[in-house]
């Protein structure tokens, strides 16, 4: 099946505001409240409450801490309320909303009968109609122009996720019908573009499926639009309610979500359409379920990791031996195995990997274990400093989760997983450790050991590049459970700031190894970073959004390392150890 994703698609501005202040404020520790759900997605909504958000539909309910006013603003009267209460109130209406909210107030101050275009009961119009007063009229078609009086200055808005071409049709009959009307086209732009792009994907696809809660006003819109288009259309909030024999007639759908719909459900229900094959099975369907397979199982990073172990042995001049190569891939598939078992239950919705993981939970975990036992003994077979340092390695990987500070204490930090960025940081040690150290610990230390230590950089900093990229795909469900990854804690500017920064320095690294051993060669390798480096903007124009995709071509840099240091083996002298 082939799927189309829109361009617009994930939170909106505003929303994205409020969920950031909301995190914000639950990460200083004191006990957030909203009024009303943040936002009309439930899945959002219970990975807030497990980090701690109450939603009260109350003011009386609240006795202390913060409340977050949500995007839709509320009525003045509630916030007067809250702050004489003694609540410490963090306001995150949507700036738009809060415009109309002003541009409302002003049409009071000048006498203008206010004539509200949206529904009634929907909070952004509720908190809308209270700054307008008495002198308001909410309607939602135009068979309620009736309500509007026809001898009185009229101002229009709208509420901003209205339906545009409906407000173009009730704009068009209040004007006709009223001769002093000041319109405010108060729809955001967000909702526009949405709206426009369903309109157009529903002309080149054969399904659309809408992906959002069925309270969220805007993402029903978007349903509305595309079943006007004539076009059969699915909504649904989540990908486990796709129905794939239904699915499995179209060969090409469109994936639309609304403005409070998260990047990860969405990528979830994209996934799941990819793994539907109309008209049956097929081979070229396989083929591509095996390949996946191996990205899911994390085979295909391990294999990775061998082929960087590839290019850090050329590197340091260090013979290419299997048991480097083995050890490498054994270690890097045990661990990731082991540590996403420690993952279970923290995921907003969990990755493909994890998903594959709990899936083949007895196989994975024997396969897993048995990996370990094999990266150990051929470690402990290369001599005691590679065995000190793959026990370490697997030390920390597997006591990363583990509490060894006691909470009485009073310590925040109780784990090294508590340590902001430290999953990043750790792993780029491990692999340094088996994919670069242990070759250089057992050819004896014949080698440069300047070279080596640049070697080190390169691996160390290639691997932190290929995380945080990694990373850079969902900031937005890392920080909805509090893990405290690079791109989470700097925000998508300075993510790619640092990407660069990392690839420009190990470059530098390579540089450093063709100076320090006076050969050529190793600038060979200064094509894996240039193709990470061409990689970036796509990222961060979210081009590219699938977990899987993203894995496949960030590890591609991997695999180019390792073929280019194999095909320049004639190149490239080795020091026996």
Known sequence: MRV?????????????????????????GDTV???????????????????????????SQIESGTVVVRAHGIVPELEQELLAR?????????????????????????????????????????????????????IANVGELSEVPTDTPIF???????????????????????????????????????????RSLAGQVEAVVVVGSHTSSNTKRLAEIAGEEGV??????????????????????????????????????VEALLDVSPGGYGVRHMVRRLFLGMVESGLYASV??????????????????????????????????????????????????????HAHLRTMSVVAVLFAVAAVGIATRLGTISAALIGTSYLLGIGYAVPIIPKKWGFRYKRLQDIPASKDLFAAGAWTAVCAIIPFAHAGA?????????????????????????????????????????????GERKTWQVCGGLLAASSASLAAVAIISSEWTPLALLAGPAYATLYLPLLRRGTVRLEDLNVVIVDGQLFLLGALSYILSSQWPTTSP
């Open 304 to 357: 990775g990791a061998a082929a960087l172990t590839v290019a850090a042995c050329r590197l340091q001049r260090v013979p290419v031996r299997w048991e480097y190569l083995a050890a490498a891939l054994c270690y890097i598939f045990s661990i990731y195995t082991l540590s996403r078992l420690q993952q279970r239950g923290e995921e907003p919705a969990p990755t493909r990997r994890v998903a594959f993981l």
């Open 4 to 28: 189309r994703l829109s361009v617009n698609s994930g939170f909106c501005w505003g929303v994205k505001r409020a969920f950031d202040k909301v995190l914000g404020a639950l990460q200083c």
């Open 232 to 269: 059969p259309t699915f909504h649904v909030t989540a990908a486990d309610e796709l129905d794939p024999a239904r699915m499995s007639r179209f060969g090409t759908v469109a994936v639309v979500s609304g403005a409070s719909t998260p990047n990860w459900v969405t990528r979830r229900v």
């Open 33 to 59: 409240h909203t009024l009303g759900p943040l936002v009309h997605n439930e899945n959002a909504i219970r990975m807030l409450e497990k980090r701690g958000l109450r939603a009260c539909r109350e003011v």
């Open 86 to 138: 003694g609540l410490h109130v963090v306001d995150a209406t949507c700036p738009h909303v809060r415009r109309i909210q002003q541009r409302v107030e002003k049409a009071a101050e000048e006498g203008r009968h206010t004539c509200i275009v949206g529904y009634r009961d929907h909070p952004e119009v509720v908190a809308l109609a209270a700054r307008a007063g008495d002198a308001c009229s909410v």
């Open 446 to 490: 014949l080698t440069s050991p300047a070279a080596a230590v640049a070697t080190w950089m390169f691996v160390f900093l290639t691997v932190s590049a290929k995380a945080t990229m990694y990373d850079s795909v969902d900031i937005q469900g890392d920080r909805v459970v509090g893990r405290e990854t690079l791109p989470a804690l700097l």
């Open 156 to 198: 229009l808005a709208v509420q901003s996720t209205f339906n545009r071409s409906l407000f173009e049709e009730i704009r068009h009959a209040v004007t006709r019908d009223h001769e002093d009307v000041v319109v405010f086209d108060s729809i955001c732009r967000a909702t526009s573009k949405r709206q426009q792009e369903v």
